[in-house]
């Protein structure tokens, strides 16, 4: 039996394994792909609308959304920044746990971790510090103010020296130092980066402990 060639379309008998004509290859395979197999359940019980445990997402798993994470550290921190008329240390230490506890609120089914909680605290603790920045730094701009905080800054000096054993040269020369313009923001700005660090720690300490109590909460 003749077939035509492919390429050439010359006759060519059955069998042949190249045309003689233009020498193209007569034998071609055909690869069958297989047909896919349909899922089978065992028992026939399953529910086919179920996820196997590889392809859910665990609760523990879900990223940290940083637009709730800022919205939830941000009213930590406006909180905060009132109880620093108290205390600053306490108001820092709040703020990371108030922080943890607004962030719950809107993602009440996580379980949030001990670092996961110190992230939070932490950044409550620098916004409430940037508040409390930007507020003194308002307010010693107001000549009275400014004067009050002045005498603080002296009135702390002075203690300062009666704790720690100081040159009453050197002493008298910081508090003439304090009482300049240039000395009294020196010394503000200097406040303000020890502040910062404060609230790192405090912040992130805070935040630790809340997501510590709350977890244990959230178990029972």
């Known amino acids: 039996m003749e077939q035509p060639c492919y390429k050439c379309g010359q006759t060519v008998e059955e069998g042949v394994a190249f045309c003689p004509h233009c020498a193209a290859p007569q034998i071609r395979v055909v690869v069958v792909e297989p047909a896919p197999q349909p899922l089978a359940f065992a028992g ?3 529910d086919s609308g ?3 445990g590889s ?4 609760v523990l798993a879900l990223p940290m959304r940083w637009s709730q994470m800022l919205r939830a550290c941000a009213l930590a921190a406006l ?8 205390s600053v240390a306490v108001a820092m230490l709040a703020a990371g746990v108030l922080a943890v506890a607004f962030y719950r609120q809107h993602r009440p089914g996580i379980a949030l971790r001990a670092s996961d909680g110190a992230k939070l605290g932490a950044l409550a603790g620098i916004l409430c ?6 507020v003194t730094a308002f307010a010693a701009t107001v000549p009275d ?8 800054l002296i009135e702390n000096a002075q203690k300062v020296s009666a704790w720690f054993p100081v040159n009453p040269a050197d ?16 010394a503000l700005i200097e406040a303000c980066v020890a ?4 609230s790192i720690v405090l912040g992130a300490l805070g935040g630790a402990l809340g997501s510590a109590i709350l977890g244990r909460r959230g178990k029972s």
């Open 195 to 198: 502040l910062f660090l404060l």
């Open 55 to 58: 392809q859910t997402l665990p």
């Open 171 to 186: 002493m008298q020369a910081s508090i003439d130092q304090l009482k300049t313009p240039r000395g009294f923001t020196t």
């Open 44 to 46: 026939g019980a399953q």
């Open 79 to 86: 909180i905060a920044s009132f109880l620093a008329l108290f």
């Open 50 to 52: 179920a996820l196997a």
């Open 129 to 134: 510090c940037c508040i409390l920045s930007f």
């Open 145 to 152: 103010v400014r004067a009050k905080m002045q005498g603080q």
